[in-house]
């Protein structure tokens, strides 16, 4: 391979649209239905099968615009056919790193269908980031998206790096045309030689501690857990239909939103891609989804943001009674009383309507992983008439291993486990699985791989229990167990989801371990605070620094405080409370998919830590 940060340019006479590059003749698939042994094989079968279907839509000037099975199928077996000449061969590494957007699942199945490995790099990784999973996976080439992505990559010097293809500067539409005339028997053969063994990506961790690890996970891994989520009861039939739609704005980096999207394209529903966040709720509204999948940080956002509308509207008190009808409504399912249901009818107009409106107007379903949702926010949810399947699992897994269901749903669960996964608590609480989408192991780490498993069963490193029904119940991070000084166990992430359910709160961080108390590092949402000086009558440009010790703002938090520590015992509630004058950015404090990252965040904050002790 020559090193060059795209291919050169040429005509474009033959594009079938907005980056839809003309038909490879390797788009005809010799599989009619069934999921193949590779994950890229669906993207040939829906071409071969219903060539016309709007598998996609892109986001242009006009608004959303229809991709066809055979168009999209077209532009991945032509890309394919560039990087083979290229010179990617088999089992290659190479690294993909952008928002989500069409362009990105064309990278990541063209690789799959040339028989090379994806490595995928969060959009928003530093020089350092960038330079050790390029590195630590000797990729030999990278997709980026733009020239500050390019630029990045440029400052990483990854020395095994030999080509650079921009998205946005004709990187796939030059591997196109350089692909022209690779023989579509030499790409069919690359397909057909991909196992269920063989390796199709390295995802590495997120890093919320020590130096992100690379997650070897197969073809099978990837197949078998779509076949799990879309052969689970009423998923198919209820969720993701062939009416359904889904707008997948999540780093697709992350293993949730690229299992997710698998299971999207096997099931032939119509998925949108957005990169831009500040875009979100003009692109919900225009494109309608039916199905919203996000991490719980989303649905706070949503909920905390329809509150402070009611707030600003003056309304708080409606808005406070809606949401307390909406969870009463969701508890009692059934046997709902006659008030409850007019209230609730009553509240569907004035409220829950606006909300549901404020994403589409369109869902029905969401599904929500990443971390554990807090019971209040689903309940909230399902009563204003959005259910959110909940979900677990972990980059080690291929994705989730449990599931709340449409037909078996325990709110403040993670739902039971799928199809041909296997879950046990072991003593201490951890809890244990096995199945078929269970990665191999770490990259380049076998010690390491074989202390993430006792025999057969993948020590997941999370807590929890499991009722009489098979529901599993998350209670937190292993690693994250607080002992106090005085031998209280305390779990963290009880205390800090109540804690960013006040509108006024945007992170917490739980403190105590080998200390004498629980204490808690809080930052707060800057337009919430916006609010809050105008209403107390601070001046607009006081910053958090100027008002973190003021009493008024204090007596705010601390309502937050009493609120969280109802959920907990005494002894494990919160006694102290401090400010941080700066907010959480991703990147640092938090990890791409908006987890605390939080060693990191106690080391940086130390001082702010011993103040809660002094």
Not at 136 to 143: I, L, R
Not at 541 to 559: F, G, K, W, Y
């Amino acid at each position: 391979m020559s090193k060059a940060t795209r291919p050169a340019s040429g005509s474009r006479d033959h594009d079938l649209g907005p980056g839809i590059v003309h038909q490879h003749p390797a788009v005809v698939s010799p599989r009619w239905g069934a999921m193949g042994d590779n994950a890229a094989d669906d993207v040939f079968d829906w071409a071969a099968r219903d060539p016309d279907r709007a598998m996609f839509s892109r986001k242009g000037e006009g608004g959303w615009q229809p991709v066809t099975a055979v168009e999209f199928a077209g532009r991945v077996a032509a890309v394919a056919a560039g990087l083979i000449a290229a010179g990617i061969r088999p089992g290659d590494r190479v690294g993909l790193m952008s928002s989500a957007s069409l362009d990105w699942a064309v990278c990541d199945f063209a690789i799959w269908a040339a028989g090379a490995v994806t490595v995928p790099v969060y959009e928003t990784s530093s020089v350092e980031q960038v330079r050790w999973v390029l590195s630590d996976s000797g990729a030999v080439a990278v997709f980026t998206e733009n020239a500050q992505r390019a630029e990045v990559i440029r400052q990483a010097q990854v020395p095994t790096l030999e080509a650079v293809w921009v998205l946005d500067a004709d990187g796939l539409d030059g591997l196109a045309r350089a692909g022209a005339g690779i023989a579509a028997d030499e790409i069919l053969q690359r397909r057909r030689a991909v196992t269920s063994a063989t390796l199709a990506t390295i995802v590495y961790t997120s890093g919320t501690t020590g130096r992100p690890k690379g997650c070897e996970i197969s073809h099978g891994s990837l197949t078998e857990a779509v076949r799990a989520i879309t052969g689970a009861p009423g998923i198919r039939e209820r969720v993701l239909t062939p009416d359904s739609s889904i707008l997948l704005f999540l780093p697709l980096s992350h293993i949730l939103a690229r299992v997710v999207a698998l299971c999207v394209i096997h099931a032939g529903t119509r998925a949108g891609y957005l990169g831009e966040l500040s875009e979100l709720p003009a692109a919900l509204a225009t494109f309608r989804p039916t199905i919203l999948l996000g991490v719980p940080r989303v649905f706070e956002k949503l909920a905390a943001g329809a509150r402070q509308q009611a707030e600003t509207g003056g309304h708080q008190r409606l808005f406070g009674a809606a949401e307390a009808t909406a969870i009463s409504y969701s508890r009692a399912g059934r046997d709902a009383g006659v008030r409850l249901r007019l209230r609730h009818a009553v509240f569907g107009r004035l409220v829950y309507a606006r909300l549901r409106a404020a994403v589409g107007g369109q869902v029905a379903w969401a599904v929500s992983g990443g971390a554990p949702l807090s019971p209040q926010l689903g309940h909230f949810f399902r009563g204003a008439g959005i259910t959110i399947l909940e979900g677990w699992g972990l980059t080690e897994t291929a994705g989730p291993v449990t599931m709340n269901l449409p037909g078996a749903q325990r709110i403040g669960s993670v739902g039971v486990p799928l199809p041909g996964c296997a879950v046990r608590i072991a003593p201490g609480g951890e809890i244990l699985v096995q199945g078929p989408g269970v990665f191999s192991g770490y990259w380049q780490d076998p010690e390491y791989t074989r202390a993430a498993f006792d025999s057969r069963w993948f020590r997941t490193g999370d807590l929890g229990r499991m009722d009489e029904d098979g529901f599993i119940y998350l209670s937190g991070r292993k690693k994250d167990l607080i002992i106090t000084a005085t031998g209280q166990n305390v779990v963290p992430t009880v205390l800090e989801d109540r804690l960013r359910e006040h509108w006024l709160i945007s992170e917490a961080v739980i403190t105590g371990d080998q200390r004498p108390y629980i204490a808690a590092l809080v930052t707060l949402d800057a337009a919430a605070l916006a609010r809050w000086k105008q209403r107390q009558g601070k001046p607009a440009s006081a910053t958090v620094s100027d008002l973190r010790d003021d009493p008024d703002l204090r007596s705010t938090v601390q309502d937050a405080v009493d609120r969280a520590n109802m959920a907990v015992s005494r002894a494990e509630s919160v006694k102290r409370f401090r400010i941080l004058a700066a907010a959480f950015t991703s990147g640092a404090e938090l990890t791409p998919t908006q987890k605390v990252r939080r060693d990191y965040v106690l080391a940086k904050y130390a001082s702010d830590v011993d103040a809660l002790y002094n």
